[in-house]
C-alpha cells in the first residue's frame, strides 16, 4: 500500500525558504503538487527515477526537487517564496507519462500547508 506523508510546511514571511519533504517515496515517478484557496489543484515539479525533472514557470529557478533513495524520501527546496506560493502542497505518486498534469497521479500524500506572507 502506498503511503506518502508530507512534513515541513508553515508560515514564512515572502522572500523566504522551505524545505518539504515526502517519506515513503521510492517509487520511480514523484511529483509535487499544490492546490491554493480557490484554486483548481496544479503541478508544481516532478522528478523521474533516471533524475529528469520537470518544473511548472511559476516555480522554475525557485523551487528544487530532489529525491534521497537511501531515504525513500522526496524533497521540495522552495526559495524566494511568494504570496502567490501560498497552498496546500502534495506529495504524489505518478504513473509514467504525464508530467505535470494531475491525472497522472495515482496516490496522494495528505499535504502539508505553505502559508507565504507579506
Known amino acids: 500500500q502506498v503511503q506518502l506523508q508530507e512534513s515541513g510546511g508553515g508560515s514564512v514571511q515572502a522572500g523566504g525558504s522551505l524545505r518539504l519533504s515526502c517519506a515513503a517515496a521510492?517509487?520511480?515517478?514523484m511529483g509535487w503538487f499544490r492546490q491554493a484557496p480557490g484554486k483548481e489543484r496544479e503541478g508544481v515539479a516532478t522528478?523521474?527515477?533516471?533524475?529528469?525533472?520537470t518544473y511548472a514557470y511559476s516555480v522554475k529557478d525557485r523551487f528544487t526537487i530532489s529525491r534521497d533513495n537511501a531515504k525513500n524520501t522526496l524533497y521540495l527546496q522552495m526559495i524566494n517564496l511568494n504570496l502567490e506560493d501560498t497552498a496546500m502542497y502534495y506529495c504524489?505518486?505518478?504513473?509514467?507519462?504525464?508530467?505535470?498534469?494531475?491525472?497522472?497521479?495515482?496516490?496522494w500524500g495528505q499535504g502539508t500547508q505553505v502559508t507565504v506572507s507579506s
Open positions: 521510492g517509487y520511480s515517478y
Open positions: 504524489a505518486r505518478r504513473r509514467s507519462t504525464g508530467g505535470l498534469c494531475v491525472s497522472s497521479v495515482d496516490y
Open positions: 522528478i523521474e527515477s533516471a533524475g529528469s525533472r
